[in-house]
């Protein structure tokens, strides 16, 4: 079966939020349920697995069409999140809980 009869078979058939792991190890699928405004639908689930072979977050990232993907894409390859990621590492370089302010502040980056 082709990859969009087994989408389409999934999105008829599957349950409210079933999830199907894919061949591509961190990339599932979810079937959404149907809300008042829209029908059932299907978005790419994507949560890398680390080396202890469990996903590295508790929810990964949704993606629904083309245009989301692309959006994620430019962001996680801009240069300015490397330097960030590398800022961050230096400044807590173990977890620690954070801290509540009174208002949130934006970070020029």
């Known amino acids: ?3 969009t009869d087994t989408l ?3 999105i008829e058939e599957g349950q409210d939020w079933e999830r199907k792991q894919t061949t591509v190890k961190g990339v599932s699928i979810i079937r959404l349920p149907a809300t008042k405004n829209r ?6 689930d994507i949560n890398p697995i680390g ?3 469990l996903p590295m977050k508790k929810k990964g990232i949704m993606i629904m069409n ?3 993907l692309a959006a ?3 962001v996680f390859t801009n240069e300015k999140i490397d330097s960030l990621v590398k800022a961050l590492e230096e400044v807590l370089p173990e977890r620690r809980a954070a801290s509540k302010s009174a208002k949130p502040d934006v970070v020029q980056i």
Do not use: H, K, P, Q
Request: glycine fraction near 4%; charged fraction near 25%; aromatic fraction near 10%.
């Open 1 to 3: 079966m082709e990859l």
């Open 8 to 10: 389409r078979v999934f």
């Open 39 to 44: 029908a059932a639908s299907l978005a790419i």
């Open 51 to 53: 080396e202890n072979g």
């Open 66 to 68: 083309a245009a989301e």
């Open 72 to 74: 994620f894409r430019t």
